[in-house]
């Protein structure tokens, strides 16, 4: 299955997500790990749907969710500074989830520069993941 | 907001929805109509994704849905059958969203030949209706 770029920013500015999570992590100097993710979920019947956008971009995997439904998902913070974010940088969304977008560039931007290892760095990542994936967000 | 087409087709290929309805209508000599309709429904933060949908296929209605929700809607069989069936024959699905589109496709190639008026018809579109949107369906 081969995708357009343009059907890729239009399938993933529906069904795509970009999330931070900030787990409590003992093996980490400041006690916290940061770990951002890009997936798409889809019923296990479009599985080819995601293992074509995994050969796209040549990173991550296709493991099951809930129930169902399977995920893309791409964790590795070297693949999404380097191919995730450079895609929809170049192709942009059409809908609010270029906000989400933008502010999970900013934590991974952070993260280039180790500034989650720091206090400050990890408040304002976490001030950054509590503005996201809000539905009453408005710009 | 300009959309690309191959943008169009990614985005319904996840957010679109092909569903028929038959609805008991004692107005119509059969008993019955049928009530063909696209749709894509959006957050209201995303209702100008909707009108720019709209715009570009030049027909349907922006409603309000469920609560916070927005609907983009096709009820017209005539806009159907000559703006949005010919539209994603020509930009091919990647899900099975196919599957439903086809049979979604095959009910209005009925409805067009007036079939939906004969017993015989409104049974055969009955049972095409009977296998669209189910989670299950392999192919």
């Known amino acids: 299955m081969k995708l357009d770029v343009q059907w890729i920013t239009g ?3 529906g069904e795509g997500c970009f999330h931070v999570g900030i787990n409590k ?3 980490m100097t400041i006690g916290y790990q940061v770990l951002p993710e890009f997936t798409v979920v889809q019923h296990k019947r479009d599985v080819q749907v995601l293992h074509a956008l995994k050969s796209y971009f040549g990173c991550g995997v296709v493991r099951s969710n809930h129930g169902d439904r ?3 998902r ?3 913070i070297e693949h999404l500074l380097n191919k995730i974010i450079p895609f929809f940088m170049q192709h942009q969304f059409k809908t609010k989830k270029r906000v989400d977008f933008q502010k ?3 934590v991974l931007l952070k ?3 180790s500034e989650h290892l720091t206090s400050e760095g990890l408040q304002e990542i976490r001030n950054i993941k509590n503005q996201m994936n809000r539905a009453s967000q408005a710009t």
Chains 1, 2 share one sequence.
Request: zero cysteines; proline letters at 0%; hydrophobic letters at 40%.
């Open 111 to 113: 993260m280039q520069k």
């Open 25 to 27: 992590n003992s093996e």
């Open 104 to 106: 999970f560039r900013r």
């Open 11 to 13: 399938f993933v500015d």
């Open 74 to 76: 791409v964790r590795s």
């Open 70 to 72: 399977m995920a893309y």
